[in-house]
């Protein structure tokens, strides 16, 4: 049976630019969860909630590698990620200048499942112990994904599972104004379908917890668009 994802697991998130042979389906080994995200845009990355390794094809459709590493290593969300660039061959000079983009590492393509599964295997625990971002903190706010717990100025908010990730997502985006579907796809909850209108429960829950703790009204609804956290 798997497990569900929480302090006994630990979480590796795989970044990649194209379909790989063998699907995108997690895979765990041991007490490790390595889940695949399908990257097309930054501004759409889902919720990360381990360490990040991003693998990234040096040739693509609409962009290049060269610049997907650049905005991988700039961004807040992903700045810790490690980033594997995949070459068709082994160029010398391509080498250099993904490394000097901002990745870590390459290798040689075509690149499957199996072969990402290995290469994130055989460095997983230096990958985990130095990889993922464990907190954020907005003014009296801090959520502390490790913990898996938020609190306000020192004080605990009280949340379920689901409220927590989405307070992590908002607080990872503040100012950012999400529909009721990019944060159903931000939670992974795609499959099995959910409602849209259960986020808005999730949300009034989240609200909540928030006003109780002493934090105010700081997830505010756009008329006929969605929510946007403002930043304490």
């Not at 082994?90 to 990745?103: K, P, Q, S, V």
């Not at 908002?170 to 499959?191: W, Y």
């Amino acid at each position: 049976m798997a497990k569900a994802w929480g302090s006994d697991m630990r979480k590796v998130d795989i970044l990649v630019t194209s379909e790989l042979e063998g699907g995108l389906a997690p895979f765990e080994h041991g007490d490790l969860q390595l889940v695949f995200h399908r990257l097309n845009r930054l501004s759409e990355l889902p919720l990360l909630e381990g360490s990040t390794w991003a693998f990234i094809d040096w040739m693509l459709p609409d962009t290049s590698g060269l610049e997907i590493c650049r905005q991988i290593r700039c961004a807040p969300q992903t700045g810790h990620a490690h980033i594997t660039v995949i070459l068709d061959e082994d160029d010398n000079e391509i080498r250099r200048r993904a490394l000097r983009a901002g990745a870590d590492d390459y290798l040689v393509g075509p690149a499957s499942r199996s072969v990402l599964l290995d290469r994130v295997l055989s460095v997983s625990s230096n990958l985990y112990d130095a990889g993922a971002v464990r907190s954020i903190n907005l003014g009296d706010l801090t959520v502390d994904f490790a913990a898996f717990r938020a609190s306000w100025r020192g004080t605990p908010i009280p949340m379920m599972p689901n409220e927590f990730r989405l307070m992590r997502f908002f607080a990872e985006h503040p100012g950012r104004v999400f529909t009721r579907t990019q944060l159903i796809a931000a939670l992974g909850k795609q499959e099995p379908p959910v409602d849209e209108r259960t986020v808005d429960v999730w949300i009034g829950r989240l609200r909540r917890a928030l006003r109780a703790a002493g934090a105010g009204d700081l997830l505010r609804t756009v008329r006929s668009l969605g929510y946007v956290f403002d930043r304490p």
